[in-house]
């Protein structure tokens, strides 16, 4: 299932020149756009706001690295998933590969973010 982004034009601060197409012909907010939004928000310069960003992905990035969940009530929660070795293919060759076991974070997002967007939540 391919998920269509929302039109970010009607966010309130939202910089339409910080838009960009993705490969889905959808739009996207780049990180110059989130931290304007951000800015605008918590009604800060666009120095400390980004500064702020900064400090929110480093210390997500920080707590999953070392292994740990991040968890944050309505929004969503932030995991490190285990991922099995497995046989692969080639797609050239069609020779098999090995493909090593690995860790990637994963997102799940939580029942107020699901309302928020249109969604639906699974609760219960």
Same mark, same amino acid.
């Given at each position: 299932?391919?998920?269509?982004?929302?039109?970010?034009?009607?966010?309130?601060?939202?910089?339409?020149?910080?838009?960009?197409? %993705?490969?889905?012909?959808? !739009?996207?907010? %780049?990180?110059t756009?989130?931290?304007?939004?951000?800015?605008?928000?918590?009604?800060?310069?666009?120095? !400390?706001?980004?500064?702020?960003?900064?400090?929110?992905?480093? $210390?997500?990035? !920080?707590?999953?690295?070392?292994?740990?969940?991040?968890?944050?009530?309505?929004?969503?929660?932030?995991?490190?998933? !285990?991922?099995?070795?497995r046989?692969?293919? %080639?797609?050239?060759?069609?020779?098999?590969?090995?493909?090593?076991?690995?860790?990637?974070?994963?997102?799940?997002?939580?029942? $107020?973010?699901?309302?928020?967007?249109?969604?639906?939540?699974?609760?219960?």
């Amino acid at each position: 299932m391919v998920l269509q982004p929302r039109r970010l034009g009607a966010v309130a601060g939202h910089d339409k020149k910080a838009d960009r197409l %993705n490969r889905d012909g959808g !739009e996207h907010m %780049n990180k110059t756009g989130f931290v304007a939004v951000v800015a605008n928000k918590a009604n800060l310069t666009q120095a !400390e706001a980004g500064r702020l960003v900064d400090a929110v992905l480093a $210390a997500v990035t !920080e707590t999953l690295a070392c292994g740990e969940d991040i968890r944050l009530t309505g929004f969503g929660s932030f995991e490190v998933v !285990e991922q099995a070795a497995r046989t692969g293919r %080639n797609p050239r060759t069609g020779q098999e590969i090995a493909i090593p076991a690995s860790k990637a974070p994963k997102f799940r997002a939580g029942a $107020a973010l699901k309302t928020a967007v249109g969604g639906t939540s699974q609760e219960g």
